[in-house]
């Protein structure tokens, strides 16, 4: 039985001409130096994945995913016990903990989360919330702009 592996359909590039004013090229041509983007084409691909990434998030259900940064110290009163336990509060939704030791007894705790925008901002609300984070920031996106999905299932419900 021959043929039997699956090939993927290979997406041809469209080639489009845009018209700029002089001072926007100018703007453009220094965002792609400075990102070390490849080409100008690389540099609008990216803006506009990241308008439709914004456009896709505006839906407070929509497909997400978020990276959560977290740092603290570990000798700060219980900052240890209350992350584990609120990262097992979310923990349907975490793919990837990432721990680092710092100098001066800090730590850098990265989450790698899917799920809902809605409940994404909920868990890294709460999660840089926790009493001794000396810092947390998040960003969400959909991978909805590269093709992709998380296959995470709404809603959540406990079974007894």
Excluded at 10 to 36: A, C, H, M, Q
Excluded at 61 to 89: G, I, K, M, Q
Excluded at 124 to 142: M, N, P, Q, V
């Amino acid at each position: 039985m021959r043929g039997t592996t699956r090939r993927k359909r290979k997406e041809y590039v469209e080639r489009i001409g845009v018209s700029l004013e002089p001072g926007l090229l100018r703007l453009l041509d220094s965002w792609v130096r400075e990102r070390n983007s490849p080409s100008r084409s690389d540099a609008i691909r990216t803006l506009i994945r990241k308008e439709l990434s914004e456009q896709a998030l505006g839906n407070p259900e929509a497909d997400s995913v978020a990276t959560v940064t977290l740092l603290y110290r570990h000798d700060a009163p219980s900052v240890l016990r209350r992350l584990v336990a609120e990262e097992h509060r979310w923990g349907d939704h975490i793919r990837f903990s990432g721990h680092v030791h710092l100098h001066g007894d800090s730590c850098l705790e990265v989450l790698g989360m899917v799920g809902s925008r809605r409940e994404l901002a909920r868990a890294a609300e709460d999660l840089r919330g926790i009493r001794g984070i000396a810092f947390g920031d998040y960003s969400i996106t959909s991978p909805s702009i590269v093709g992709g999905s998380t296959g995470h299932r709404h809603p959540h419900r406990k079974t007894s």
